[in-house]
């Protein structure tokens, strides 16, 4: 700064001199590079705020924590609800329209989702919700864009080709174009993959989604799939553990909560 | 390549291009959000959104001169925006007037401010600024820290010339009074 302090009370330009140095202090937590590589990120369309600020910021990350916690005690006792809903619903469905939504599925994660928005005010939630009675909830950047008067759930099926049986279900549930990232079980032996996924609901009623899964930075795919709501559409392919890990989806509007 | 050249690049689908006006305007745009909010998370996020949108919305762009002043207007619009939403969470009084490291008073250790770290002297600087009114403060961000000539502040901040000038000398009044008591 080194401004020469005398006198200072008779001159404009040591105040201008105070300000600019003031000015040249500012800088981001990490790096003007680190910063400047977010922006290309932001503008390439990779929503990465919130997950990569959540290691270094631990200010934010524990605030959001605290709301987060607190908005799982809802979702805890909606999942439960729902997930017995789910599994019953889902023994009836294994003949016919194996996964597809039930009106009291919609019902309740529509109630669901109602109760975790009213919690986070003016913010933008998304949950994930298992039917293994997993949840997950998140909250998008600060200045996230989405429709907030379209909110959209998607039905993944998780399957293993390798391990014949039933695929893991999860039900995301987001405004359209707010991307909620998650982290998966994909097997017993614990393996997970890690999942942005970001529906949008076009003005013709039709479901795009924006999906990106990837397994411990060693593989990733990613797809951008249309999706009905009457049968699953193929989403990705993944290697995972030496089997192949596929997801599909189906997605459905909820009315405006 | 002059700016304008740039900005038509960009508009023309250059990335490269729009790249370096990213280069010329990302610490600005950072700085200011920083002035503004006193939050970096918050600043962080202000600066991706701003070239986000300003990324998007180029093809709008008629006069690629007045880059600068359209960029600015798009980041000075995101943080009103922003801290209306705080604001409303009642979080701005609690949060917004903290800066990260800690409020900065006059001289907690009794050292003369020329005495004190460049960032504990900018520390002060930053609590004054956020004290002041909203235009005066973003004024004062626009021409002593950004180097932005009266009139081109004027026109982002949407006031008259005559209007900016008088805020400035206030600013410096304000700062000067502040100021003495760290000296």
């Not at chain 1, 998966?184 to 032996?189: G, I, R, S, T, Y």
């Not at chain 2, 305007?25 to 991706?48: F, M, N, P, W």
């Not at chain 2, 207007?73 to 009084?93: E, F, T, W």
Request: aromatic letters at 6%; hydrophobic letters at 40%.
């Amino acid at each position: 700064m080194g401004c020469d302090m005398s006198g200072y009370d008779k001159k404009d330009d040591v105040i201008d001199v105070i300000v600019k140095d003031a000015s040249e202090e500012i800088e981001p937590v990490d790096s003007w590079q680190a910063l400047r590589v977010r922006i290309d990120q932001r503008i390439a369309g990779r929503d990465v705020s919130f997950a990569v600020r959540q290691g270094r910021e631990s200010a934010i990350f524990w605030r959001r924590t605290a709301l987060a916690m607190a908005a799982c005690f809802v979702v805890a006792a909606a999942a439960l609800v729902y997930t017995i809903g789910f599994v019953q619903g889902g023994r009836e469905a294994t003949v016919r329209n194996e996964g597809l939504f039930s009106d009291a599925q919609l019902g309740r994660l529509q109630e669901t989702f109602s109760n975790v928005r009213e919690l986070f005010g003016q913010q933008l939630p998304w949950i994930v919700v298992g039917a293994g009675a997993e949840a997950e909830i998140g909250i998008a950047p600060a200045i996230a864009t989405a429709d907030r008067g379209k909110v959209i759930i998607v039905r993944l099926a998780v399957s293993s080709e390798k391990v014949q049986g039933r695929p893991r279900y999860f039900d995301v549930v987001t405004f359209s174009d707010l991307a909620a990232t998650c982290r998966l079980p994909v097997a017993e032996d614990g393996s997970a993959v890690n999942v942005f996924l970001k529906p949008i609901l076009g003005n013709d009623g039709t479901i795009t989604v924006e999906t990106k899964v990837a397994v411990n930075g060693s593989s990733e795919a990613r797809s951008t799939t249309t999706v009905v709501d009457d049968a699953f559409t193929s989403l990705v392919r993944l290697p995972v553990n030496g089997d192949w890990i596929k997801i599909e989806g189906i997605g459905q509007s909820l009315a405006s909560i | 390549m002059d700016e304008s050249a740039l900005v038509r690049a960009s508009q023309a689908g250059d990335k490269a291009a729009f790249g370096r006006l990213i280069d010329g305007y990302y610490k600005s745009i950072y700085r200011l959000a920083y002035s503004h909010t006193g939050r970096g998370e918050e600043a962080d996020d202000v600066c991706q959104e701003t070239f986000f949108r300003a990324f998007s919305n180029i093809g709008k762009l008629r006069d690629g001169g007045s880059f600068r002043r359209w960029l600015f207007v798009i980041a000075l619009n995101l943080l009103r925006k922003r801290i209306r939403q705080l604001k409303r969470h009642k979080q701005m009084v609690a949060e917004i007037s903290g800066c990260e490291g800690g409020k900065a008073t006059a001289d907690e250790s009794g050292r003369p401010f020329q005495r004190l770290s460049g960032k504990e002297r900018a520390a002060i600087v930053h609590q004054q600024l956020r004290e002041m009114p909203e235009q005066m403060r973003l004024l004062t961000i626009l021409i002593l820290m950004e180097g932005l000539k009266q009139k081109e502040a004027a026109a982002i901040v949407n006031c008259s010339e005559a209007t900016a000038s008088r805020q400035l000398e206030m600013a410096r009044n304000l700062l000067r009074i502040r100021l003495q008591k760290c000296i």
